[in-house]
């Protein structure tokens, strides 16, 4: 079940019409205990192309394979795909991240506050975990976000399942909770003509006093 989510199937494509060179970037997480081969990588990364109203397969060149040799080894490796279409010559590159699905994973909660109009990015959500939990983040997949760029004030939650540079696997049962924006000028605006009005007040019950006394 765990391999569901964290292979991903990538399906690329480029308007040949319209560019002249084209450069692509795609993610593939690969279990060590079960390697792909390069068939396997091919036949899940589906690199096509566009031209006009139809979908082309692209015949792809090797040219450059760190995987190869670590086929059964922690980290990140690369590989660089070349084409040439109609004398152009076109890129496509794919990051591997391998990690190992057999290593158990547990589950953390962590709940952090926003306000609205002050969207969490990814990045931040991310450096957030790592340094609540003290771990460094080798990779991650996010499985189910109902956030996106949501400034509404509500919750929400994001699940995150992260492979720490410890080989840990991690699920992060995150909450957001998107506030209200506090206006403090206003507050203390309010606040002080309060103040004032309380003041005064104050003041003519006192010169009422006064002049009933008189």
């Known amino acids: 079940m765990k391999l569901l989510f964290l292979l991903l199937t990538l399906?690329?494509?480029?308007n040949f019409s319209n560019h002249k060179e084209a450069e692509s970037s795609n993610v593939l997480i690969n279990d060590i205990n079960k390697p792909l081969s390069q068939k396997e990588i091919l036949r899940i990364v589906d690199f096509k192309i566009v031209v006009g109203e139809n979908i082309v397969d692209l015949e792809?060149?090797?040219?450059?394979?760190?995987?190869?040799?670590?086929?059964?080894?922690l980290g990140i490796y690369n590989q660089k795909y070349e084409v040439t279409y109609e004398g152009g010559k076109y890129v496509c590159n794919l990051t591997i991240y391998n990690?190992?699905?057999?290593?158990k994973s547990t589950t953390k909660r962590f709940e952090v506050y926003t306000k609205k109009n002050y969207f969490l990015s990814e990045a931040l959500i991310l450096e957030m975990?790592?340094?609540?939990?003290?771990?460094?983040?080798?990779?991650?997949?996010?499985?189910?976000?109902?956030y996106f760029n949501?400034?509404?004030?509500?919750v929400y939650n994001q699940n995150i399942i992260i492979t720490t540079k410890n080989n840990q696997v991690i699920e992060i049962e995150l909450t957001i909770n998107v506030e209200k924006t506090i206006n403090y000028f206003l507050i203390i605006g309010i606040t002080i003509i309060v103040?004032?009005?309380l003041i005064i007040v104050l003041i003519n019950r006192k010169r009422y006093k006064n002049d009933k006394k008189g």
């Open 60 to 73: 792809l060149k090797l040219v450059l394979d760190e995987y190869k040799d670590n086929m059964t080894n």
């Open 11 to 14: 399906f690329t494509s480029f």
């Open 150 to 154: 949501n400034s509404d004030v509500g």
């Open 195 to 197: 103040l004032t009005s």
């Open 129 to 146: 975990i790592s340094v609540h939990f003290d771990f460094e983040i080798f990779s991650y997949v996010i499985k189910n976000n109902n």
């Open 99 to 103: 990690v190992d699905l057999k290593q």
